[in-house]
Antibody, heavy 119, light 109 residues
Framework: QITLKESGPTLVKPTQTLTLTCTFS??????????VGWIRQPPGKALEWLAL???????RYSPSLKSTLTITKDPSKNQVVLTMTNMDPVDTATYYC???????????WGQGTTVTVSS | QSALTQPASVSGSPGQSITISCTAT?????????VSWYQQHPGKAPKVMIY???NRPSGVSDRFSGSKSGNTASLTISGLQAEDEADYYC?????????FGGGTKLTVL
């Protein structure tokens, strides 16, 4: 059974850097075709895809946020980390990590973690 | 601006069928061969209902089906039930990333 869980701060100040960790189980990020990514959802708004890292360390980023995002993995710890710099109140959202495969795109989601950006 | 456009809302009565469309609005989407659909109830994480245009994961009701014609993918829900009331999102690949549609709120009357 694949599970993912997000962890990180619930409150960050504007201009700060957000670091979120996704800890997963039930699969290996060393397996061909597998990836872990991040998606966010501002309150009352649509899903927005952010970033993805594949088993071979191929990394993909949202074109509109690419300059602020970094995604890394530690397969030995079953973790993926997302950093987002220069946080702004518009970045207030629920952040989800998710299991990716090429055919399903996203097939298993974490429960999400809410991040508020406020001074 | 999403590369995938969905209607903001659809509605139907119990027992009826509804269809939600997802139109690729840019050539960035390419062949549009990988389309997934997600159901999201309020306060919950999304759940995949359809992948690869028309495939249904195990455990998903066969009342849910997916199709594609040209640059428009569709999710059809037949035999509408109250529990189907939720937000629905499509997703697909773009040239170097992934895009989600803006979401469709399904109301069961």
């Amino acid at each position: 059974q694949i599970t993912l869980k997000e962890s990180g701060p619930t409150l960050v100040k504007p201009t700060q850097t957000l670091t979120l960790t996704c800890t997963f189980s039930g699969f290996s990020l060393n397996t061909s075709g597998v990836g872990v990514g991040w998606i966010r959802q501002p309150p009352g708004k649509a899903l927005e895809w952010l970033a993805l890292i594949y088993w071979d360390d191929d990394k993909r980023y949202s074109p509109s946020l690419k300059s602020t995002l970094t995604i890394t993995k530690d397969p030995s710890k079953n973790q993926v980390v997302l950093t987002m710099t220069n946080m702004d109140p518009v970045d207030t959202a629920t952040y989800y990590c998710a299991h990716h495969t090429i055919t399903t795109i996203v097939d298993v989601w974490g429960q999400g973690t809410t991040v508020t950006v406020s001074s | 601006q999403s590369a995938l456009t969905q209607p903001a809302s659809v509605s139907g009565s119990p027992g009826q069928s509804i269809t939600i469309s997802c139109t690729a609005t840019t050539s960035d989407v390419g062949a549009f061969n990988y389309v997934s659909w997600y159901q999201q109830h309020p306060g919950k994480a999304p759940k995949v209902m359809i992948y690869e245009v028309s495939n249904r994961p195990s455990g998903v009701s066969d009342r849910f089906s997916g199709s594609k014609s040209g640059n428009t993918a569709s999710l059809t829900i037949s035999g509408l039930q109250a529990e189907d009331e939720a937000d629905y999102y499509c997703s697909s690949y773009t040239i170097s990333s992934i895009s989600f549609g803006g979401g469709t709120k399904l109301t069961v009357l």
